[in-house]
């Protein structure tokens, strides 16, 4: 069992930064890829960036490329999203995600294959 709760959204300008945290309970934390996905009123949730079990391998959605960075720090259990020059597209309410699946590189943008999610925690992004 893991439990996932996400701090740091608030509201900022466009072209902005903000860093999402992520804290992960449990001592498997390290066994399992992590994701964040968001989703904005009336939108399908969305994969935005996965990290794989060392913090090695990642993964972003186009849309985010270049200005998001994911990352994992497996001593604090803690997975982190820094979010560069924001737009106002990037509005949402963005969740973190666990999955421990042997093919991650195959399904990291699929939320159905993320066995635990956290609350969400909300970005605004004014014009």
């Known amino acids: 069992q893991v439990q996932l709760v996400e701090s740091g959204g608030g509201l900022v300008q466009a072209g902005e930064s903000l860093r999402l945290s992520c804290a992960a309970s449990?001592?498997?934390?390290?066994?399992?890829?992590m994701g964040w996905f968001r989703q904005a009123p009336g939108k399908e949730r969305e994969f935005v960036a996965g990290?794989?079990?060392?913090?090695?391998?990642?993964y972003y959605a186009d849309s985010v490329k270049g200005r998001f960075t994911i990352s994992r720090d497996n001593v604090k259990n803690t997975v982190y999203l820094q979010m560069n020059s924001l737009k106002p597209e990037d509005t949402a309410v963005y969740y973190c995600?666990?999955?421990?699946?042997?093919?991650?590189?195959?399904?990291?943008?699929?939320?159905?294959?993320?066995?635990?999610w956290g609350q969400g925690t909300q970005v605004t992004v004014s014009s």
């Open positions: 995600a666990a999955a421990s699946i042997w093919n991650y590189y195959n399904l990291y943008g699929t939320p159905s294959e993320y066995a635990y």
């Open positions: 449990g001592r498997t934390f390290s066994s399992y890829s």
């Open positions: 990290v794989r079990t060392s913090g090695s391998t990642t």
